[in-house]
Nanobody, 115 residues
Framework: QVQLVESGGGLVQPGGSLRLSCAAS????????RAWYRQAPGKERELVAH???????NYADSVKGRFTISTGNAKNTVYLQMSNLKPEDTAVYYC?????????WGQGTQVTVSS
């Protein structure tokens, strides 16, 4: 069973930056989309950004202009560069890869934005 492993979360001050990484433990074929979701305490999980192929991206309005999703040289990697972080960005961030046959989720990484 392929697993997704996220890293890069942590505590950062408002206005700071973090880069989240997600790597699959094995090969995933026929990938449709790679995405990042987040879930804040007491709220539903929401889509932050997704990428189709290597360049077609879409972002939640709340993160446009501040976050950038990208893929790595290895096809089963995905990154989320987060800049100008705000306290409302505090959440557990989850990596997601959707293929034609399966849906894969990471275990989540905590991002806390606080002074």
């Amino acid at each position: 069973q392929v697993q997704l492993v996220e890293s890069g979360g942590g505590l950062v001050q408002p206005g700071g930056s973090l880069r989240l990484s997600c790597a699959a433990s094995g090969s995933i074929f026929r990938i449709n989309t790679r995405a990042w979701y987040r879930q804040a305490p007491g709220k539903e999980r929401e889509l932050v950004a997704h990428i189709v192929g290597e360049r077609s991206t879409n972002y939640a309005d709340s993160v446009k202009g501040r976050f950038t999703i990208s893929t790595g040289n290895a096809k089963n990697t995905v990154y989320l560069q987060m800049s100008n972080l705000k306290p409302e960005d505090t959440a557990v961030y989850y990596c997601h890869i959707l293929s034609t046959t399966a849906s894969y989720w990471g275990q989540g990484t905590q991002v806390t934005v606080s002074s």
